[in-house]
Nanobody
Framework: QVQLVESGGGLVQPGGSLRLSCAAS????????MNWYRQAPGKQRELVAG???????NYADSVKGRFTISRDNAKNTVYLQMNTLKPEDTAVYYC?????????WGQGTQVTVSS
């Protein structure tokens, strides 16, 4: 059974940091491209960052220089380090695993940036 379990969300003040984790199981993690998406209320889900098995990364322009995606293939886990958080980063963050045509999604973790 495929599972992607996100953790690490919460409430943080503007300028603060959070580290999200996504633990994967039920598929061969090394073979999958891993992404973090987010969805704010009333908005479409958007891609935040992605990382290949070999460690190549890509980022949305809105988070470049503030967020860092990484993965530990030995632990079947992908991370999203989020620094200098802004209120507009408030959203539910989802972990996504892709190896076309397969897509797997986690249940999401809430990140709220507010003073």
């Amino acid at each position: 059974q495929v599972q992607l379990v996100e953790s690490g969300g919460g409430l943080v003040q503007p300028g603060g940091s959070l580290r999200l984790s996504c633990a994967a199981s039920g598929f061969i993690f090394d073979n999958y491209y891993m992404n973090w998406y987010r969805q704010a209320p009333g908005k479409q889900r958007e891609l935040v960052a992605g990382i290949s098995s070999g460690g190549s990364t890509n980022y949305a322009d809105s988070v470049k220089g503030r967020f860092t995606i990484s993965r530990d293939n030995a632990k079947n886990t992908v991370y999203l380090q989020m620094n200098t958080l802004k209120p507009e980063d408030t959203a539910v963050y989802y972990c996504n695993a892709v190896r076309l045509p397969q897509h797997y999604w986690g249940q999401g973790t809430q990140v709220t940036v507010s003073s």
